[in-house]
């Protein structure tokens, strides 16, 4: 079955390190990827997909295709950054485009 | 642009009970997809609506169900809860055929059984 892996429950850095956050898909062809965030108290909503190739709020996302990654980086993390992240792909070889989701991990940015 | 709305905030029900969520789609969105979210864990998909029709489903038992009516707007409808149907449920939409897959999300209902 499709998975998406992501090792850290937790992430506690401070103020102005760098930041990755991990996640690993179990896909052999070229997902789709994204990036969600929830925010405390704040729905659930789009950080980045990796299509876009874009950089929203300092974060950006490389697809690795050799090491089946989609790491999420910031080069100096802000205490706004505090968050839950959650990696996602699409569910390829079903007739639904659901998104198959990790487990998510807390971003926790010390000041 | 209206976003993604769900109703009830927040639900407690007992065992056994039945129990009907709410989600309305943002505007010009023809496809609805439940999560259930629980503690701890990423969102796992439940089944998803398009044109009315259930167009998927995941590995959740038949006394979930749902309903996607004429303007988008969609149910989901769980029998005789259990306890471990505790969770956070999301409602999502998305236009088919509109960008990739991208899915937006609604704040949830945060179902208690006890």
């Known amino acids: 079955a499709q998975r998406v892996t992501q090792p850290e429950k937790l992430l506690s850095v401070f103020k102005g390190a760098p930041v990755e956050l991990k996640c690993n898909y179990s896909?052999?062809?070229?997902?789709?990827l994204f990036w969600y965030v929830q925010y405390s108290r704040q729905r659930l909503q789009l950080l980045l997909r990796h299509i876009s190739r874009e950089s929203i709020k300092g974060f950006t996302a490389d697809l690795n295709k050799g090491e089946t990654s989609f790491h999420l980086k910031k080069p100096f993390a802000q205490e706004e950054d505090s968050a839950m992240y959650y990696c996602?792909?699409?569910?390829?070889?079903?007739?639904?485009?659901?998104?198959?989701f990790g487990t998510g991990t807390l971003l926790a940015v010390q000041p | 642009e209206t976003g993604v709305t769900q109703s009830p905030t927040h639900l407690i029900k007992t065992r056994g009970q039945q129990v009907t969520l709410r989600c309305s789609s943002q505007?010009?969105?023809?496809?609805v997809s439940w999560y259930q979210q629980a503690l701890g864990q990423g969102p796992q998909f439940i089944f998803q609506y398009y044109r009315e029709e259930e167009n998927g489903r995941g590995n959740f038992p038949p006394r979930f169900s749902g309903l996607q009516f004429p303007n988008y707007s969609s149910e989901l409808n769980v029998n005789a809860l259990e306890l471990d149907d505790s969770a956070l449920y999301l409602c999502?939409?998305?236009?088919?055929?509109?960008?990739?897959?991208?899915?937006?999300f609604g704040p949830g209902t945060r179902l208690t059984v006890l």
């Open positions: 896909y052999s062809g070229s997902p789709e």
């Open positions: 996602a792909s699409p569910n390829y070889g079903g007739a639904t485009n659901k998104l198959i």
């Open positions: 505007s010009g969105h023809n496809t």
């Open positions: 999502a939409s998305s236009l088919a055929g509109g960008r990739g897959n991208e899915q937006f």
